[in-house]
């Protein structure tokens, strides 16, 4: 199965959101980029999530949101992003449907200008360069109001950065820093694939 087949097994008609998305921010030709999980797949090894986070431009933001209405999505308004998500079918539940969100504070903006383009889908998208990317994790995994299971999830896209990725390791946070050193000495090869046969 490719990519996009797995994904749409997962998230329903996500691929073919993602790319009605992207496409609809170049015909615009406004300056965005994706942070974010999906942003993470782009640089270690593939974990799906529901969830595409943005970075636009943000004077250059409402027009994309009213395409986005014309071609039925809604869109929900909250302090830290604006939500949007195509509506959903009868036999579809908006659970299982990918969520578009755009980050509204200000201190992502210049993630958009050092964004590289990287492969999402198959398909050449910006994405926030990895230290950029790094740092936006660091910012949601330390917010102190985020659920536990953001924050969790969070953490794992750090250390999958960081293991696929070994030069930003001094970019984690010192409590995940030390739980990987721990392992390394207890003999796990953090950097590698686990051979030992353990579940």
Known sequence: MTEREIYDGVIVNGTKDFIFVAETLRRH???WCVIGGLAVNAYAPAVYT???DLVVISTELEPILA???AADFRIKEFPFSINAQRRAGRTETSANMLMVQFTRPDRYQPFVERAVLRQIFGIDVPVA??????????WAWSDPTRRAGKHLKDGSDLVRLAEAHPEVFPMLPSV????????RQEGENPWGDDDSGKP
């Not at 360069?129 to 660091?138: F, H, R, V, W």
């Not at 995940?176 to 392992?183: A, G, P, T």
Request: no cysteine.
């Open 67 to 69: 395409d986005l209405r």
């Open 129 to 138: 360069a990895l230290e950029d990317l790094m740092q936006g994790k660091l």
């Open 50 to 52: 529901a969830d595409l």
């Open 176 to 183: 995940l820093r030390e739980e990987i050193e721990k392992r």
């Open 29 to 31: 030709g406004t300056g």
